[in-house]
């Protein structure tokens, strides 16, 4: 999915929840910051392909995994918190409903998925998703701001 939808899916669980303040810093951080990895990616892309739009390039790294849940679930013991958690599973859960590859338990395991849904188009998916989260959000906005 792309960096919007994660955005609206994020702003959605704010808004639902009420998340202010740190909860609110963390599930941005866990709803959109994992994919912070892209960027420390980009130099190794650069260097193997330049600046040429190549579809399949392996951008994820153990961050946007499931695997991160070794690190994720301490956290949030320590944090006293099952926000990064749930965030976390929601990126989790759109990045694996396209058909990109996939290595969930990597560095552990090279098992290799293409995810879920696998037979509806990318493009439908992340546009269907967009609408509906769009319109949540505009709902949820227009409840806690109508007179």
């Given at each position: 999915?792309?960096?919007?939808?994660?955005?609206?899916?994020?702003t959605?669980?704010?808004q639902a929840?009420?998340?202010?303040?740190?909860?609110?810093?963390?599930?941005y951080?866990?709803?959109?910051?994992?994919?912070?990895?892209h960027?420390?990616?980009?130099?190794?892309?650069?260097?193997?392909?330049g600046?040429?739009?190549?579809?399949?390039?392996?951008?994820?790294?153990?961050?946007?995994e499931?695997v991160?849940?070794?690190?994720?679930?301490?956290l949030?013991v320590?944090?006293?918190t099952?926000?990064?958690?749930?965030f976390?599973?929601?990126?989790?859960a759109m990045?694996?409903?396209?058909?990109?590859e996939?290595?969930?338990l990597?560095?552990?395991?090279?098992?290799?998925?293409?995810?879920?849904l696998?037979g509806i188009?990318?493009?439908?998916?992340?546009?269907?998703l967009?609408?509906?989260?769009?319109a949540?959000?505009?709902?949820?906005y227009?409840?806690?701001?109508?007179?």
């Open positions: 999915m792309t960096i919007v939808t994660h955005f609206l899916a994020t959605l669980g704010v929840l009420g998340l202010e303040g740190r909860d609110k810093v963390l599930a951080a866990f709803g959109m910051g994992v994919d912070i990895d960027a420390v990616k980009l130099p190794f892309y650069l260097r193997a392909v600046l040429r739009d190549k579809r399949g390039y392996y951008w994820r790294s153990s961050l946007q499931p991160a849940l070794l690190w994720i679930v301490p949030c320590f944090l006293g099952l926000l990064p958690i749930v976390f599973a929601i990126h989790v990045d694996y409903s396209v058909r990109f996939k290595m969930p990597y560095p552990y395991s090279p098992w290799v998925t293409r995810g879920w696998t188009p990318d493009k439908v998916k992340e546009g269907s967009f609408a509906l989260l769009l949540g959000n505009l709902g949820i227009w409840l806690q701001h109508r007179v």
